[in-house]
């Protein structure tokens, strides 16, 4: 067993030495290229919620507790808000 096992060890560490050799390269971007942008789609919603974030600090439990979160759609369709869950 203890063959069968230091076998298997050597087999893995060999796989992994050849997966991982594999050659990584870095290159900067080109100035004078265009920023690239996503695609653009010009009939879509877009939603833009100007503060997401919202802290109520230490509540007690069982308490209360209320904030209004204002949500804009941008974009020139209508925009679905199908489900909201609190993270």
Not at 33 to 46: E, I, N
Request: aromatic fraction near 6%; hydrophobic fraction near 40%.
């Amino acid at each position: 067993m203890t063959r069968f096992l230091a076998k298997t060890v050597c087999f893995l560490l060999a796989v992994s030495f050849v997966a991982l050799s594999g050659t990584v390269e870095c290159s900067t971007p080109d100035p004078q290229a265009p920023p690239s942008q996503g695609a653009v789609y010009p009939d879509t919603p877009s939603i833009q919620v100007p503060d997401p974030n919202h802290h109520f600090g230490e509540v007690l439990e069982g308490a209360e507790v209320v904030h209004e979160f204002t949500v804009r759609n941008t974009g020139k369709a209508v925009l679905n808000i199908r489900e909201v869950r609190p993270g």
